[in-house]
């Protein structure tokens, strides 16, 4: 079975997480390792790719820390995974392996079919979907107990 790495479960939940929680202000990593028990060595590398990559901006300053770079509707899953795969392999771990003519000739170009139908399916889901599954699951969202609409 395909198995995501925890580091990109880790960078998924992270992204969701400043989408959901964030309500105009930058999301800071520490609140991002309260809410999700995301180690602090896995977030900050990966945030900081992920800010390289254009999907999270960071902010600077006391009330600093993250947000998206673009509306959540316009974020997809499929970036996600490609930013941290990036991170954890830059190479094709199987381009120099040997391999039996079958193995060459039909088992890899399978895999490599299956893994591009899984990444287009990855870029067909966005933030903004898994935010819609996240309230509609009774998830609170801090930024919106935050807001006061008193005039």
Known sequence: MLRPSKK??????AVLDIAYHAGGEPVQSREIT??????RRYLEQTLQHLVRSGILVGVRGPKGGYRL????R??????IVRVVHA???PEDPYKDLP???????VVRP????????????????????LCTKAYQGGLRSEAHEAMDFTI
């Open 34 to 39: 309260r809410r999700q028990g995301i180690p």
């Open 87 to 89: 991170m954890e392999a």
């Open 110 to 129: 399978m895999w490599a079919e299956l893994q591009e139908d899984l990444m287009q399916r990855l870029d067909s889901v966005t933030i903004d979907e």
């Open 99 to 105: 391999g039996s003519p079958l193995g060459l000739t």
């Open 8 to 13: 990109l479960l880790f960078a998924i939940e």
């Open 69 to 72: 770079a673009r509306e959540r």
């Open 74 to 79: 316009r974020v997809t899953v499929g970036e």
